[in-house]
Every structure is written in structure tokens, then in C-alpha cells.
């Protein structure tokens, strides 16, 4: 098995190490517009130089009220393109690949007039009462999530995930406490995570690969559990998902009964396990030698530290330090003759 700090390879990506940064808002106050700012490029580029060999851009929604918050991004309109474009080519230049989650809030956009679901379920009394959408509507809405797709390919991705987790729109869709629909949406529950699988794959380079995040439990009563995810899983592989990047809950207000060490770990071998294809682990895995025994033990092949990194930039370069490896920041040309 490999360590934390080799190469992955799939399809047409190649990671330098398998440490991921995974997708997180940034609430970022001057985002109002949707596009990538100054604190986004620092944000990323500095975890880029800090080592890491993939980048999951933040939640990137398909429509303004797709948003939690006004200050979340999007790339509903060509005028985003550039700004993400400028991030991923430095980025790149660091030596990282860079995705971006795809998603849509649905009942939890916090700023739109009235949010939109799979049915008119409120998440709680704190939320806005949402409408369900029509079926036409659902199908716009894979339009709109098309429309993303391409436009972040135009800026120059690696990879994209697509946000199927934490209770936002397409888990709304393919949980049966939030979908209570009476179409064929709700007949078949996986069906418009599938539609928008199949819309992504229109779009990407057929080398590229695809991932998708999806909660692998959830943690209300009546909710489902781990064989009702792996069985959404392999229907997300079958649709064209080459990935899957394994958390867990946010249908609800409660959690997992600890959220210690590795505590989504393992749902990930779980789903690795099933559908033997490649998983990423993520959940308090920052401990450098818990995330390499993860992959060296075969229980994913990818390895997400969110907080770890946003407390340093430069966690994966320590990491490898502290697993015996070479510092993982860029390598400056050093003088040949002069000393300082
Ligand atoms: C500030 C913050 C923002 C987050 N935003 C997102 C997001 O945009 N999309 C997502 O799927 N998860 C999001 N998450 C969850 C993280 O990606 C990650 O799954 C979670 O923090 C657990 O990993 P950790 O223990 O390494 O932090 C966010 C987490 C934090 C702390």
C-alpha cells in the first residue's frame, strides 16, 4: 500500500501526494458577488505553496439563492470565470491540482427570499420555510449545474466535485426525510444526483475525473444509514462519479455521538470497501500519522484535513517532515556562489 506522501494517479490526474485540501466557505464579506476575491487567492495559493496535492475549492454554487450566504461563491455567469481562473493557474504553478464543489443549499440558502427543495420541509424553525421545486424546475436546475460545470472547466480545473452532502439540495433530493415527492424525482431518490452526474459528464474531458461528496450516514432518527449509502454510491459510480469523498450527516441538528480522531474514517473504508473504487477519508484526520496509516492500511486513498489546515497553510509541508519526508514547499534556486 502506499504512504500519505506518494503519487496518486487516475485517469488523466496526477497527484504529487495525497494530501487534499478539502472544499470550505469562506464567507468572504467582499464576496458579495459570487466571485473569488484577493482573500480567496491568498486563501488557496497559500495552502497550494504549503504542499498540498489537491485543492477542493469551496462550495461554488448555480445560482445566486443557491447560496448559504450572500458572501458564498458561484459560477452562475461567465463574468466569475476569470477570477477563478487566476487562483487555479497559481495554484497549479505550485505543484497542486485544484477541483471545485459544485452545489446548490436548497432549504439551507439563509439569504434567499424563499429557498427551494425536494419538498417544502423546513431544516428548523431558525431556517426559512422552502418551496418545493416543480419537476420542470428540477430539470432547469440540472441546466444550471451543467452550466457550472463547463464554466469551471473554462477555468482550468482538474477535477470537480460535485456537493451531494451536509443536507444541501442533492441530499435533500436523495434523503427520504427531506424527499417526499410524488414524481419521478421521488420515486427514484438518487435520481437527480444521477441526472447531474450524467449533465458533468457531458462537459468533462472524458480523462478527467469526477467526484462527488456525499454524507455517508445520517444522524436523525428515520434517516438513512451506511447500506443506504453505499447503494447511492454505486449508483452515483454507475452515472459517471469516479470518486467518492466520504462525511457525513448535516440532514439534522445532531451529529455523530464523538467527532474525535478519524471519526468519519470508517465510512470511508466502508465505501471503499463495496464499491472498490477510490475514496477520500476527511474528519479530524490531522494527526500526520493517523492519515498515513489510513492509506498505508488501505482504508482510502486520499486523505482531507479541513480545520488542520486552516490553522496552517502549511500542514501538509509538516506533515511530511514529521513522517520523515522532504519539506513539501516550493524549491527556491539557490545562489550558486554567493553567501549571504
Ligand atoms: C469553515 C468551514 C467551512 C466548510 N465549508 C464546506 C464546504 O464548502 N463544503 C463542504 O463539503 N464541506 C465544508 N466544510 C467541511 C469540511 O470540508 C470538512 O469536511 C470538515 O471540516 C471535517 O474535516 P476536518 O476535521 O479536517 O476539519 C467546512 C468546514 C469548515 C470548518
Not at 84 to 95: D, N, P, T, W
Not at 274 to 282: K, Q
Request: glycine content about 10%; aromatic content about 8%.
Amino acid at each position: 500500500m502506499p504512504s500519505l506522501l506518494e503519487p496518486f494517479e487516475y485517469k488523466g490526474l496526477s497527484l504529487k501526494n495525497r494530501i487534499v485540501m478539502p472544499p470550505m466557505c469562506q464567507y468572504s464579506v467582499q464576496a458579495k458577488d459570487g466571485k473569488p476575491n484577493d482573500w480567496h487567492f491568498t486563501h488557496y495559493t497559500s495552502r497550494a505553496a504549503g504542499g498540498a496535492g489537491l485543492i477542493i475549492m469551496e462550495m461554488t454554487d448555480v445560482e445566486p439563492d443557491g447560496r448559504i450566504t450572500d458572501y458564498d461563491l458561484g459560477l452562475w455567469s461567465d463574468e466569475h470565470i476569470p477570477a477563478f481562473k487566476r487562483i487555479i493557474e497559481v495554484c497549479q504553478s505550485y505543484g497542486a491540482k485544484v477541483g471545485i464543489q459544485i452545489a446548490h443549499a436548497g432549504r439551507k440558502a439563509e439569504d434567499a427570499d424563499q429557498p427551494v427543495s425536494s419538498s417544502a420541509i423546513r431544516f428548523s424553525e431558525q431556517y426559512k420555510q422552502p418551496r418545493e421545486l416543480t419537476t420542470d424546475e428540477v430539470k432547469a436546475m440540472v441546466g444550471k449545474f451543467e452550466a457550472a460545470f463547463e464554466r469551471a472547466i473554462k477555468a482550468g480545473v482538474d477535477t470537480i466535485e460535485i456537493h451531494g452532502a451536509h443536507g444541501y439540495l442533492i441530499h435533500q433530493f436523495q434523503s427520504p426525510l427531506t424527499n417526499k415527492r410524488s414524481d419521478v424525482y421521488g420515486e427514484d431518490k438518487a435520481r437527480f444526483g444521477v441526472e447531474i452526474i450524467q449533465a458533468a459528464r457531458r462537459v468533462m474531458p472524458e480523462s478527467m475525473p469526477l467526484m462527488m461528496r456525499i454524507s455517508a450516514t445520517e444522524y436523525t432518527e428515520g434517516g438513512y444509514g451506511i447500506d443506504y449509502a453505499i447503494d447511492l454510491a454505486k449508483r452515483y459510480h454507475e452515472a459517471g462519479v469516479d470518486i467518492i469523498h466520504v462525511s457525513s450527516g448535516g440532514e439534522g441538528t445532531s451529529g455523530p455521538a464523538s467527532a474525535g480522531p478519524a471519526y468519519q474514517l470508517d465510512l470511508a473504508q466502508a465505501i471503499k470497501a463495496a464499491l472498490n473504487i477510490p475514496v477520500i477519508a476527511v474528519g479530524r484526520m490531522e494527526d500526520p500519522k493517523l492519515a498515513d496509516e489510513a492509506v498505508r492500511e488501505g482504508k482510502a486513498d486520499l486523505v482531507a484535513v479541513g480545520r488542520g489546515m486552516l490553522r496552517s497553510p502549511y500542514w501538509a509541508s509538516e506533515a511530511s517532515i514529521a513522517l520523515g519526508g522532504k519539506p513539501l514547499t516550493p524549491r527556491p534556486v539557490a545562489p550558486a556562489y554567493s553567501i549571504r
